[in-house]
């Protein structure tokens, strides 16, 4: 028992200096204040008032109130914990209360049930938003005291997304991390055992492994084996970050792309992210004159549903008309009689509900048409005609000929008849 004595003034009587340096009072009154509270500083408190040798005194209990929980307080995302209001018992009649790190008061109902007490909590399937300080008030005698517990919930930042890029990008990020506030030691103090990267790209079936975790050094480490079809690397400097970085990456490198984290007790923590490459090529691989035709047509490695469209944006000194067309499995725009304003960078946007998602370019480079080129396409020209008119000149002069030849053999045709009393020789001139 601690006592508090008073005459005219007021001082403390207590035990222990350790206690003495906590306690004060406040000016002119017997209100006692105790800091820096304890487990030890719980009991009954004496209140002693001495007036004109007339001895007073009130007794104060200091009852306790505390928030326990049977499970760690880190713990893994999906998993439950429940919290126990606890509370000295007391002649005085409590009401309790809890509120979690969002709400002000939670009410039973989903994942939050309560005991017939409501003295404890039980929360199901914990998100990291569940994060922070949950407490109980109780409420006793028109006044009130809280109690709060901490929990931490280990969990990634995200885990199911759509990244778009183009084939053209030095590299695309696949984020996967921890959610703000936690660090590899919480999910060490969870029982993380390991962890993978997987790929299964949209040309394939079947999965493979890009990287694994190594946990055997402090810190930890990413094991890549080598694959000619990607070129991938890991962020290095931060224990938190387990995100993975594709360099260059081609058309075939578009798929699905899974971070896992894997617990004792068979526990995982998955995030997946799926690639979607948009890139644009053209139908003329070799050099480009004005007057040619051209195709333009934006790609992406998948078919998109209906809400998306692709816009197109000529080079400020073009002349195309350009539409906004529909884009389902590609999009072709066609470039009639190109000309040198033509020249310079057509960009490809996709768009989903008026927001572009993502844009590439493709550089064409119109030429004039070289002056030899002009000379031989002469020159063919009028090796041409010279034979066309040498051919109908040399017709021309042997039909000529052929009619002159029937006009004299005509004249000079000889009549013959036959007699009615032939000589010895034949047939006569007549």
Not at 254 to 264: N, V
Not at 355 to 373: G, M
Request: hydrophobic share 35%; with cysteine; charged share 20%.
């Amino acid at each position: 028992m601690f006592l508090v004595c008073s005459s005219l003034s007021f001082s403390v009587c207590c035990s222990g200096p350790k206690l003495a340096k906590r306690l004060s009072l406040s000016p002119g009154t017997p209100s006692l204040t105790i800091r820096e509270l304890q487990d030890t500083d719980f009991g009954y408190y004496k209140l002693q008032l001495t007036e004109y040798s007339q001895n007073t005194h009130t007794i104060y209990r200091l009852y306790k109130i505390e928030v326990s929980s049977p499970q760690p307080s880190t713990l893994l995302a999906t998993e439950d914990f429940s919290l126990k209001c606890v509370v000295d018992s007391s002649s005085a009649r409590t009401v309790t209360t809890w509120f979690s790190p969002t709400d002000k008061e939670l009410t039973p109902g989903g994942r939050i049930s309560y005991s017939e007490t409501e003295s404890q909590l039980t929360v199901r399937n914990a998100s990291r938003s569940d994060t922070g300080n949950w407490g109980c008030v109780v409420q006793y005698n028109q006044k009130s005291t809280t109690a709060t517990h901490g929990i931490t919930v280990v969990d990634l930042n995200a885990h199911s997304q759509v990244i778009y890029s183009s084939s053209i990008s030095k590299s695309v990020l696949l984020p996967c991390s921890l959610s703000p506030g936690l660090t590899f030691k919480d999910v060490k103090n969870v029982g993380l055992q390991s962890g993978e990267w997987i790929f299964t790209p949209k040309t394939a079936k079947h999965p493979f492994t890009l990287t694994s975790l190594n946990l055997q050094e402090e810190k930890p480490t990413w094991s890549i084996p080598q694959n000619p079809k990607l070129n991938v690397s890991v962020i290095r400097d931060d224990n938190r970050n387990f995100s993975l970085i594709i360099n260059q990456p081609p058309l075939e490198n578009a798929g699905l792309y899974r971070c896992t984290l894997k617990f004792k007790n068979k526990l995982e923590l998955q995030s997946t992210v799926e690639l979607r490459l948009l890139r644009v090529v053209k139908d003329v691989n070799t050099t480009l004159y004005e007057g040619q035709d051209v195709n333009l047509t934006c790609t992406v490695d998948s078919i998109l549903d209906p809400s998306f469209n692709v816009t197109w944006a000529p080079p400020r000194l073009s002349k195309a008309q350009l539409q906004e067309v529909r884009l389902t499995e590609g999009s072709r725009l066609t470039i009639r009689s190109t000309s040198e304003g033509d020249s310079g960078k057509w960009k490809c946007s996709l768009e989903k509900d008026g927001n572009t998602v993502i844009s590439v370019a493709l550089k064409l480079k119109i030429e004039k048409v070289p002056v030899d080129v002009w000379l031989v396409v002469l020159g063919c020209a009028a090796i041409f005609i010279f034979t066309c008119l040498i051919v109908i000149i040399v017709r021309l002069i042997r039909r000529y000929q052929q009619n002159r030849g029937f006009r004299r053999a005509k004249r000079r045709r000889t009549r013959y008849c036959r007699c009615e009393h032939p000589k010895p020789r034949g047939f006569y001139h007549t």
